[in-house]
């Protein structure tokens, strides 16, 4: 069971590199004002986006397995 999750985990990391690439590679110069902006935001507002990002990304995990 271990290696099936391992499994799915690098097939998850896989498809993150996929779309960074294609995003990169499809609107690089979007791409660069979005990581500009993003220097301004506030470092608690972050925080709070990447917390909820990673709940919301469980909770589809959880919805695709159940």
């Known amino acids: 069971m271990g290696s ?3 499994a799915d985990f690098l097939v998850g ?4 590199f996929m779309l960074e690439g294609l995003l990169f590679a499809a609107a690089p110069d ?3 004002r ?4 993003a220097l ?3 470092e608690h ?3 709070l986006v990447g917390i909820g990002s990673a709940i919301a990304g469980l909770i589809l995990i ?3 397995r159940h």
């Open 34 to 37: 979005a990581m500009e902006s």
């Open 30 to 32: 979007w791409t660069r």
């Open 45 to 47: 507002i972050l925080r």
């Open 40 to 42: 301004a935001v506030p």
């Open 4 to 6: 099936i999750a391992f």
């Open 13 to 16: 990391l896989g498809v993150l």
């Open 62 to 64: 959880w919805l695709v």
